[in-house]
Structures are given as structure tokens and as C-alpha cells.
């Protein structure tokens, strides 16, 4: 029988959350970069994974981080912004039923961080296309936006197995051996 969230799950998912948008609302750099932001997200949705081994846990970081970041008023784009969180979230969390056990945790982290540019980057593609933008010009800032985030993505995802393995070494967090 499978286990829920424990306690411990669940206030390390909202530490998560909140630190990501705590250090999002503090760096309000203007960078020029697009997808600079996919290097945060990436990286606390997979931290989250990883500490708790448990399938949904991104999604639910994601939403808690969308929630919090709305009620802060955290960037631009009103009720957008919980997509904008939520979305990268739930598709690595989709992609992750299909590659639970095939690869090692950092290809896996790997691999799920570009799945997650990908969907971040969907969100600009559907709002480009709903406000007239050719089709065309909408797809190659589409493919612009997720390459530029997966790199971002790929960077945040390589810290993932470092800090997971000193969280375990410290005892901070019980997890099935998932390496």
C-alpha cells in the first residue's frame, strides 16, 4: 500500500514554494535573458521530487508557489502567473508517471526539466496566439523561449542530485533510495 504525503512531505513542498517565490520577488533583476526564471523553478520542483519521492509533489509546489505568488502580487500577469507556475509543474509531474524508473535521478531530473521549458514556454505561445500574433512568428518565439529556458532548466537540474545527496547525508529527509 502506498503512502500519501507525510508531515514531513508537506512542509518541505511549502518551504519549497515559499522560498521560490521569496527569492523570485527578492531577485526582480531585469536580465534581458528569457527564461531566466525556468533555473529557479526547475530547481525547486525537482528538489521537491527528490526529498520526497512522490509523484504530484511538483504539481503541488507549483500551485502552492502560483497561489503565494498571486497573493504577493510576485511578477506580472495576474491570474496568469498561477499558470505560470502550475503548468511546468503538472507536465513534469505528467512526463514523470511515464519515466519514474528508466534513468538515473539525473537524467531524470534532466529530461524533466526540459519537459517543464516546454510547458512554461507553451503558456507565452497560447497568450501570443490569443492576442493575434501570426502563427508563424508565434512558433519560432515558442521555439526560442524553450531553448533559451532549457538551458536555464538543464542548470537548475544538474544542482538537483548535489543537494538532495547533502540533504540525505545530514539526515535531512527520509526517502526510498531513488539514485
Keep these: 500500500m502506498k503512502q500519501g504525503f507525510t ?3 508537506a ?14 520577488s527578492m531577485m526582480r533583476m531585469k536580465l534581458g535573458l528569457t527564461g531566466h526564471s525556468m533555473f529557479l523553478m526547475s530547481l525547486f520542483y525537482l528538489v521537491c521530487y527528490g526529498a520526497t519521492n512522490k509523484i504530484g509533489s511538483m504539481t503541488l509546489c507549483g500551485l502552492l ?6 497573493i504577493l502580487g510576485v511578477g506580472k500577469g495576474g491570474p496568469f502567473i498561477l499558470l505560470k507556475f502550475a503548468l511546468p509543474a503538472f507536465a ?6 511515464f519515466i519514474a524508473n528508466l534513468f538515473s535521478l539525473r537524467w531524470r531530473c534532466i529530461l524533466l526539466a526540459v519537459i517543464g521549458s516546454i510547458a512554461w514556454a507553451s503558456k507565452s505561445w497560447i497568450q501570443n496566439l490569443l492576442v493575434g500574433m501570426d502563427p508563424q512568428v508565434a512558433l519560432v518565439q515558442f521555439g526560442l523561449s524553450s531553448f533559451k529556458g532549457g538551458l536555464f532548466a538543464i542548470a537548475g537540474a544538474l544542482l538537483v542530485p548535489i543537494i538532495i545527496n547533502r540533504l540525505d547525508a545530514h539526515d535531512l529527509i527520509t526517502r526510498n533510495r531513488m539514485s
Design 7 to 9: 508531515l514531513q512531505n
Design 11 to 24: 512542509l518541505f513542498i511549502g518551504f519549497c514554494a515559499t522560498l521560490l517565490v521569496a527569492i523570485k
Design 65 to 70: 508557489a502560483g497561489l503565494l505568488a498571486m
Design 92 to 97: 513534469m509531474d505528467v512526463a514523470l508517471i
